[in-house]
């Protein structure tokens, strides 16, 4: 319900049947003082209450211009009323294109831009180091290319080939991994170059400034990473480190030992583009649970903390349910205008319960890594999402109901 003495409107564009559900939450019972319009333009909605007065721009153009909303019989006396609305005739929303909603690629970003932290503007890769941006492939590519040189159109195998690990396919691997894409193989860093994902940006060491390296906290860091003390005793090799902003402590990113890289998130730096506007959390993790549908086809995934990342001890995983990969929403309470989201079902669960669940046979869920620290971000962004929505749209059976904004490229 809407807090007291206000009152809230929601509306999600239906794009499949070309409608507009509207729903408005009152903070008092519905009475003869309520009345909701449609202005003549067709783009806004306004709610009158009790003398409240709340307005919302729809999600799309609708065709009850200058029309007053039927309150039903069965609504009158709640504090919950709904509608469907028709689009209008010229409207044609359409999904985004593949890749509209990928935040930050190579092309977007400016060679030679200083690197920053968000947060204090202090520079981590200085102006000039980076003379060329890459956008990094998908998670896969290297059993596709592998897949790719192994069955090409009129290829055929020479003696001794095969993919079981004996002599001929150990020799197959070996060709492909040094052609730089065999199963085992992971692009590394290159100085001068910055490699771009859905989540983070990567450099070299030697491009970087003012980062201090931690296995833990900042306090226990260094801005040497060789002096930094790993695991004593070594009970498993370290893959990650902590990378923080030697200014304002700022947790940036990750140091991955495998690929020797810097590894700074989107949403905590900042850095010259031809956009108007800078990635959060919300879109980078919607570009990936997007990303893994299309890749695995599940829209289950589960959202744990990277090991070596956990500062504290709240060791909780998310298990996310997409349930719209592309809606377009506005809401009074907090988005009064039109926008681009995933909607999906969360729960927060026990590591040790995501775990259990990784390893069944059964899993369909697709497993996703973050910082403890932006996984926690994300649980509150989705919590202040679910106030948005209508009381009776919040929750399904164990699941909350939430929505993650999508990236919207804006020149």
């Known amino acids: 319900m809407a807090p007291s003495g206000e009152c809230a409107l929601y509306a999600e564009l239906l794009a499949n049947i070309r409608q507009i559900s509207l729903?408005?939450?009152l903070s008092?019972?519905?009475?003869?003082?309520?009345r909701v319009s449609i202005s003549a333009d067709c783009r806004t909605v306004e709610l009158r209450h009790r003398g409240v007065v709340s307005q919302l721009q729809l999600p799309a153009k609708a065709s009850l211009g200058g029309t007053l909303l039927p309150i039903q019989d069965r609504?009158?006396?709640t504090t919950t009323l709904s509608w469907r609305l028709p689009l209008d005739a010229s409207s044609s929303p359409s999904p985004s294109r593949q890749g509209d909603d990928v935040p930050w690629s190579a092309t977007d970003l400016v060679p030679g831009s200083v690197v920053s932290c968000r947060a204090c503007t202090a520079a981590v890769v200085p102006a000039g180091a980076v003379k060329a941006w890459k956008d990094l492939p998908s998670e896969n590519w290297a059993e596709m290319m592998e897949f790719w040189h192994c069955h090409k159109p009129h290829h055929h195998h020479g003696r001794g080939h095969n993919h079981e690990g004996e002599e001929g396919g150990k020799a197959d691997e070996q060709s492909l991994a040094a052609r730089?894409?065999?199963?085992?193989?992971?692009i590394s860093a290159q100085e001068g170059v910055g490699f771009i994902d859905l989540t983070a940006l990567m450099f070299a060491e030697s491009d970087c400034r003012g980062v201090t390296f931690s296995l833990s906290t900042f306090e226990q860091g260094s801005s040497d990473r060789q002096s930094v003390p790993l695991t004593d005793p070594p009970t498993s090799p370290t893959r990650n480190l902590n990378i923080f902003c030697s200014s304002c402590r700022a947790q940036?990113?990750?140091f991955n030992f495998r690929t020797a890289a810097v590894t700074l998130?989107?949403?905590?730096i900042s850095c010259q583009s031809t956009l108007d506007a800078a990635p959060g959390i919300s879109e980078c993790l919607a570009a990936t649970l997007t990303s893994t549908i299309a890749r695995s086809g599940s829209s289950k995934s589960l959202i744990t903390p990277i090991p070596e990342t956990v500062l504290d001890a709240d060791d909780t995983a998310l298990?996310?349910?997409v349930l719209n990969g592309s809606i377009v929403y506005s809401s009074s309470g907090g988005a009064p205008r039109p926008t681009p989201a995933i909607k999906l079902l969360y729960r927060q669960i026990h590591r040790e319960e995501a775990d259990?669940?990784?390893?069944?046979?059964?899993?369909?869920?697709?497993e996703i890594n973050l910082p403890a620290q932006a996984l926690g971000e994300v649980v509150r962004r989705l919590e202040a999402s679910n106030g948005l929505l209508p009381p009776t749209e919040r929750v399904f059976k164990e699941w909350k109901v939430g929505l993650l904004t999508k990236w919207e490229a804006k020149v």
């Open 252 to 254: 940036l990113g990750l």
């Open 23 to 25: 729903a408005a939450s």
């Open 319 to 321: 298990h996310a349910w």
């Open 75 to 77: 609504q009158r006396g």
């Open 28 to 34: 008092s019972p519905s009475d003869a003082s309520t």
């Open 180 to 186: 730089g894409y065999g199963a085992s193989s992971a």
């Open 265 to 268: 998130l989107k949403w905590q």
């Open 356 to 366: 259990r669940m990784l390893d069944a046979v059964t899993c369909e869920a697709q």
